[in-house]
């Protein structure tokens, strides 16, 4: 079992950066693959970025690649999304994910992680 719970979200100016950090409790959080996820309203909740357990291997959303960055503490229980470059389209409401796995990769499939945040929200304004 594994409690997240997010914040950083604001609201910014389209070009600007915002940092996003996910506080995870509970134990062998270095066992579980980390994802971001986002959601606007009526709509499906969709990949942005995700990290595998050790930081070897990350995985972005084909719209976020080179503005996003995710990383991971494992001695902190943190995992954080660095967002650069910031979107009008970028507004959503984001949520911190986690799989446990013994896998070493970083997957985007929303079905299989088992636990989420609350989310936080994310405006970006033009």
């Known amino acids: 079992q594994v409690l997240l719970v997010e914040s950083g979200g604001d609201l910014v100016q389209a070009g600007g950066s915002l940092r996003l950090s996910c506080a995870a409790s509970?134990?062998?959080?270095?066992?579980?693959?980390m994802g971001w996820f986002r959601q606007a309203p009526g709509k499906e909740r969709e990949f942005v970025a995700a990290?595998?357990?050790?930081?070897?291997?990350?995985y972005y959303a084909g719209s976020v690649k080179g503005r996003f960055t995710i990383s991971r503490d494992n001695a902190k229980n943190t995992v954080a999304l660095q967002m650069n470059s910031l979107k009008p389209e970028d507004t959503d409401v984001y949520y911190c994910?986690?799989?446990?796995?013994?896998?070493?990769?970083?997957?985007?499939?929303?079905?299989?992680?088992?636990?989420w945040g609350q989310g936080t929200q994310v405006t970006v304004s033009s």
């Open positions: 994910a986690a799989d446990w796995t013994l896998s070493g990769k970083a997957y985007s499939d929303r079905n299989e992680y088992d636990y």
């Open positions: 990290i595998s357990w050790n930081g070897g291997s990350t």
């Open positions: 509970g134990r062998t959080f270095s066992r579980y693959v």
